[in-house]
């Protein structure tokens, strides 16, 4: 918004100083401060550096690294301005020319928009200033130079150079990489997120993702700690729940860095080679990409994490699957599951898992809803409303509700039911050995009812309603 922030005039309740798009100093404060200010940000180094000693240190894959990134853009060579291109002799049109073969190279940005970034280590090579244009073609003109193109089975005659005046460098120079995470990730009311909490290496891309990552797992705790009023001071276990969640993530993120780092850095051994030929065999057979490390990891989610939020003993800490499901509603629309957990506009879902039959759903409906009223929690925690029917079975469809006999013999209506949609009917792309029973197997296969975190983690599974109330007793000692 145009806005800088200078200074911090009070600590509880946050106050900071700031300069608005028209040069006026301003003063704002708020309930919490979150500082999402990149690595070099005012909140950690000059608000919570001195004040309360949080800083940024090596991570679990300490790195350090000058790399040269480039940002370009790239045009297509016509027959009009390189008419003596040696492709068009071999009937390529323009938009068949290919780029050249990448490295630490890829597109981003629409595709039409032919942006592409090329990124590659120079310290080792350099201890000098860093040129980083002529570095960068000394770089790319291998990988942008061809002598055969393999998917049309031609041999060039000659060399085929990518036109260097078809690449503009929209942007070059060196950036120092490297790993480090800070050692507390708040104090008071300031929060840290993003790069102003984790830096990374550059091999697997997980900056952005972290702090996306971080910003999701912190907004819902800020509502519980809103919601409950008083000092949040009394209620710790909800944000050093997490930063010990996040310094998990931060810390398996980085260890994917570093493999993917090993591979890139060096030559391949007969250990990586030995790894690679196993990652390829595993992700070639759609059955068994289950077994690939970042699908054991997925899956298992914050189990391994101690003063986790969530209850261990009932499957809590486990990862939602991401499938495709539609609602008994007329419109049937198409939904990925991540929208049950905004269905109630409560901080929890809770889920009751159906089994096809009408009446049997409605009895456990009416079971959450008596489960609810006994746990007591604010209505904005979980009410009757936060209350989700997934139906594993999809039976063509089904009545918009269901009506049944509940507790007390009483008439109880559900809320639309919804159902995984038979894989022959989507008509996007899949990933490869998708399928919906995922979604019920992170639960355990007896699960009857699931609360869940809007962040896509379980809180707890239940199988029946007196684990259910315990469950929801449990959510209202952690949350007030
Ligand atoms: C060359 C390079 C390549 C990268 N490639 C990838 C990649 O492929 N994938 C990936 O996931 N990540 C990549 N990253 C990392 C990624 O860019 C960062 O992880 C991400 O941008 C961090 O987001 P952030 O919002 O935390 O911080 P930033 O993007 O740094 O944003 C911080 C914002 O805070 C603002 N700000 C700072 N101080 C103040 C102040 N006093 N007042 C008001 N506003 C302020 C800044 O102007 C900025 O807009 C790369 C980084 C670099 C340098």
Known sequence: MGCRVTGR????????????????????????LVGADGKTGIVRKHFLEPTAGIRQQAGVYPYEGVWVASNLKLTVPTRQTHPDFLLWKLGYTPD????????????????????WRHEFRVDDESDGPIYSEELLWEHLMPNITLERDDSRGHEF???????????????????KFVHKCVDRWYDKRTLLIGDAAHVFPPFAGQGVASGVRDAHQLAWRLALLLEGGGDPAHRP???????????????????????????CNNQPTLWIMAATKVLQFLHSIPSLRRYEPIAIQERSGFRGVDGGFFLRDYNGGARLAQIHIRSSSPSRASLLSDALLQQGGTIFTLLVIGNGDAKQRAWWYSQAKAAIAAAALSPRIVSESSVVIYNPQDAGLP???????GLNGK?????????????????????PGYNSASYLGRFGWSTRFVIARPDLFVFACAKDEDQLVHCLTQLKRLSS
């Open 9 to 32: 005039s009070s600590e509880v309740p946050p106050t900071v100083r700031y300069v608005d798009s028209l040069g006026s100093r301003r003063e704002i404060q708020g309930e919490w």
């Open 96 to 115: 068949e020319v290919p780029p050249g073969k990448p490295t630490a190279t890829g597109r981003f940005g629409p595709h039409a928009d032919r942006t």
């Open 157 to 175: 005659e000659r060399p085929v150079e990518y036109p260097r005046d078809c690449i503009t460098i929209m942007r070059c120079r060196p950036f």
């Open 237 to 263: 276990g909800i944000l050093d729940s997490w930063a010990r969640e996040r310094r998990r993530s931060v810390d398996d993120a980085a260890m994917m860095s570093k493999a993917l780092g090993t591979v």
């Open 399 to 405: 009545p918009v509700s269901d009506t049944a006999s």
């Open 411 to 431: 008439s109880v209506s559900t809320p639309e039911v919804f159902s995984p949609v038979p894989t022959s009917e989507i008509n996007i792309p899949l990933a």
